[in-house]
């Protein structure tokens, strides 16, 4: 994963020149001072200076149509499971066991097609990435190609065990901003529906035993995820949440009802 986000960076530094929109520059002199990055929104600069005067080419927020390549809305947080509607795991899920504070949630968007309405509010449909990382406790291997999900127990102290999913995500955001503030941010209240398309499922195991193994396989992940969304956050930071309607698993008639609840932090609005 570290090296398609490393991949997905650099085509995004080398293509975005190309991106067609219909935003116009305009310069202005403002105090700058500290550190500053900008939304997505923005060109994204990153200012270092000391108070003084500094030239700042700022795009206006005229209505219209955009779309390119982009890096935005990363989302680094952590997954819960909810088994029926219950943080505890029923006694047929209870192999799914994990440690909370490792199991996450990581997504970013790398392509977007927008229409401003005008400075305060914009709409896109976006496609990006979606993991998350299931860091099991009990030495369990969940097993390939079953007619149900199943999982097998071992007599190996595994030092990871980590059960995840990748999905192609497909969200529709609309986008509410304030007016920029003297720093040149504003508060973003962004919300929306978003849909996911299964791109495979992975287990990774590291034992004394083994060294490192991995397998991948569908897993009985469902296919397609739907759920809402929300963000909140001031210029390129904020907060997020995500809840996924639909069962985590299809096919597997003991997991029905278990579903995956995501918070976290989100960067680069």
């Known amino acids: 994963m570290k090296r398609l986000i490393f991949t997905l960076i650099i085509c995004t530094l080398a293509t975005g020149a190309f991106a067609q929109n219909s935003k116009t520059d305009s310069v202005k002199t403002k105090k700058v001072s500290g550190l500053k990055l900008n939304s997505v929104d923005d060109a994204t600069d990153i200012n270092f200076n000391k108070s003084k005067d500094t030239v700042i080419h700022e795009h206006s927020k005229a209505s219209g149509f955009s779309w390119g390549l982009t890096f935005a809305r990363f989302d680094f947080g952590f997954s819960t499971l909810l088994d029926n509607g219950s943080f505890k795991l029923s006694p047929q899920n209870e192999f799914l066991r994990y440690r909370s504070w490792k199991t996450s949630n990581v997504g970013f968007d790398v392509i977007q097609f927008s229409y401003r309405f005008n400075s305060s509010f914009r709409m896109y449909l976006s496609g990006g990435f979606d993991w998350t ?137």
């Open 133 to 269: 990382n299931i860091r099991l406790r009990d030495n369990i291997t969940i097993l390939q190609n079953q007619p149900v999900l199943t999982y097998r127990q071992d007599n190996i102290d595994y030092s990871k065990n980590r059960f995840s999913s990748t999905y192609l995500r497909i969200p529709l955001t609309f986008d509410f901003r304030t007016k920029e503030d003297y720093n040149g941010g504003s508060f973003h209240f962004v919300f929306g529906p978003e849909g996911g398309v299964l791109l495979g499922g992975k287990v990774k195991q590291i034992s004394d035993e083994n060294g490192k193994q991995k397998a991948f396989n569908d897993y009985h992940f469902t296919k397609f995820t739907y759920g809402p969304f929300l963000r909140v956050g001031y210029a390129g930071f904020g907060i997020f949440a995500k809840y996924y309607m639909n069962n985590m698993f299809e096919n597997s008639p003991e997991q029905d009802g278990l579903k995956n609840f995501s918070f976290g932090m989100s960067f680069i609005f």
